[in-house]
């Protein structure tokens, strides 16, 4: 099982603050790692996918990169709903992981 | 509009078994693959289960494998998830999610969820 491991576990942030949140595979899962994010009581919906490619509707702001084992999504200035909980998810293989998640709020 | 819609959550008691259902609606169901995903209240999301869009490829996690059964029903645009010998780990909501590609490892992600469905677990 491919571990993907998230860090920070949560952080907290100003607006307009630049936020980078990093993921760490295993082993090699190529570019395919997708982000997302959910928010209380709903289900999540994904930001970047296949490691630094913006989900259509999503602000430019948010980028992503990385390949290999190592990968990160930035916000580059952060908005109020901006908050939530990121998740990153590789689906290079069976079974598909998802990182524990970091926390974004506002300071 | 895709739409996808869990049914069949609920209280049970551990040990017994339950099955969930995800219909599906505004896309071509049988083109894409389908996935289990679940979350612990307060807790981080995790795979459970996936199936191939031809039902030819299944896969589970670890935590579920002997106990869980996915299968789909293209006919009915319906995915399901048979779960036998449920013990209070299996608490969560259940999210049915659409995969972008058509095979169980597509190198995709996935494009839409259901609104999540609730199985407690509780003696």
């Known amino acids: 099982e491919i571990q993907m491991t998230q860090s920070p576990s949560s952080v907290s942030a100003f607006i307009g603050d630049r936020v980078t949140i990093t993921c760490r595979a295993s082993?090699?899962?190529?570019?395919?790692v997708n982000w997302y994010r959910q928010t209380p009581g709903k289900a999540p919906t994904v930001v970047i996918y296949?490691?630094?490619s913006l989900q259509t509707g999503v602000p430019a702001r948010f980028s992503g990169s990385g390949s290999g084992t190592h990968f990160s999504l930035t916000i580059s200035s952060l908005q109020p709903e901006d908050v939530g909980i990121y998740y990153c998810?590789?689906?290079?293989?069976?079974?598909?992981?998802f990182g524990q998640g970091t926390r974004l709020d506002l300071k | 509009e895709v739409q996808l819609v869990e049914a069949g959550g609920g209280f049970v008691q551990p040990g017994r078994s339950l099955r969930l259902s995800c219909a599906g609606s505004?896309?071509?169901?049988?083109?894409?693959?389908m996935h289990w995903v679940r979350q612990p209240p307060g807790k981080g999301l995790e795979w459970v289960s996936g199936?191939?869009?031809?039902?030819?490829?299944?896969a589970y996690a670890d935590s579920v494998k002997g106990r869980f059964t996915i299968s789909r029903d293209n006919a009915k645009d319906t995915l399901y998830l048979e779960m036998d010998s449920l013990t209070t780990e299996d608490t969560a909501f259940y999210y049915c999610?659409?995969?972008?590609?058509?095979?169980?490892?597509?190198?995709?992600?996935?494009?839409?969820w259901g609104q999540g469905i609730l199985v407690t677990v509780s003696s």
């Open positions: 999610a659409k995969d972008l590609g058509e095979q169980l490892v597509s190198y995709t992600w996935f494009d839409s």
């Open positions: 505004g896309f071509t169901f049988d083109d894409v693959a």
């Open positions: 199936i191939s869009w031809d039902t030819n490829d299944v």
């Open positions: 082993q090699s899962v190529s570019s395919y």
């Open positions: 296949t490691a630094s």
């Open positions: 998810q590789q689906t290079f293989g069976v079974p598909i992981t």
